[in-house]
T-cell receptor
Framework: AQTVTQSQPEMSVQEAETVTLSCTYD???????LFWYKQPPSRQMILVIR??????QNATENRFSVNFQKAAKSFSLKISDSQLGDTAMYFC???????????FGTGTRLKVLA | DADVTQTPRNRITKTGKRIMLECSQT?????MYWYRQDPGLGLRLIYY???????NKGEISDGYSVSRQAQAKFSLSLESAIPNQTALYFC????????????FGPGTRLTVL
């Protein structure tokens, strides 16, 4: 069975600094997709970034980028120039190609300090 | 206006009561999902529906039922609520299951006393 592990329950970072959130997963599949979702205090789940496993190039969305290491089954999220609005719970998620199912990690609560 | 809406946003109920959580979407998506979020456990899938006639159990469906009244509406029912169903419930939609973003509603915080 696929699993997603986020080993950092809580993290904090100073405003304008860079922070990296870790995510590892376990699967025997070769074709799959990975996502990072953000859940601010408003509770709304918002897609931050996605990565197709067959792509070697790491995805980037403005200040957000990933370090995708397929062999190590690692998918970390880097937030550059952290802003107060980045304070949120961040969930890593995995989806096997051709299936409906998302598997979510347990989340990392990030607090950006002024 | 929000594309995926959930009602109510917050609800407190008592053990044994029947409760319905409603989800509506204006995105025109066929696929709809109900998740439950518990602290330290992430989101877990309760039920999913690929169209009005196609409803399937997720990993934690016991104690829950659903109804897909229309393409745009997907309701989750707790027939007899119990305290360990206290959680944050999310409805989500997607265009199709392949590498596509799921769009989430704002969540319903349910407390069962």
């Amino acid at each position: 069975a696929q699993t997603v592990t986020q080993s950092q329950p809580e993290m904090s970072v100073q405003e304008a600094e860079t922070v990296t959130l870790s995510c590892t997963y376990d699967t025997s599949e070769s074709n799959y997709y990975l996502f990072w979702y953000k859940q601010p205090p408003s509770r709304q789940m918002i897609l931050v970034i996605r990565q197709e496993a067959y792509k070697q190039q790491n995805a980037t969305e403005n200040r957000f980028s990933v370090n995708f290491q397929k062999a190590a089954k690692s998918f970390s999220l880097k937030i550059s120039d952290s802003q107060l609005g980045d304070t949120a719970m961040y969930f890593c998620a995995f989806q096997t190609s051709g299936t409906y199912k998302y598997i979510f990690g347990t989340g990392t609560r990030l607090k950006v300090l002024a | 206006d929000a594309d995926v809406t959930q009602t109510p946003r917050n609800r407190i109920t008592k053990t044994g009561k029947r409760i319905m959580l409603e989800c509506s979407q204006t995105k025109g998506h066929d696929r709809m999902y109900w998740y439950r979020q518990d602290p330290g456990l992430g989101l877990r899938l309760i039920y999913y529906s690929f169209d009005v006639k196609d409803i399937n159990k997720g990993e934690i469906s016991d104690g829950y039922s659903v109804s897909r009244q229309a393409q745009a509406k997907f309701s989750l029912s707790l027939e007899s609520a119990i305290p360990n169903q206290t959680a944050l419930y999310f409805c989500a939609t997607s265009v199709d299951p392949f590498m596509n973003e799921q769009f989430f509603g704002p969540g319903t915080r349910l407390t069962v006393l």
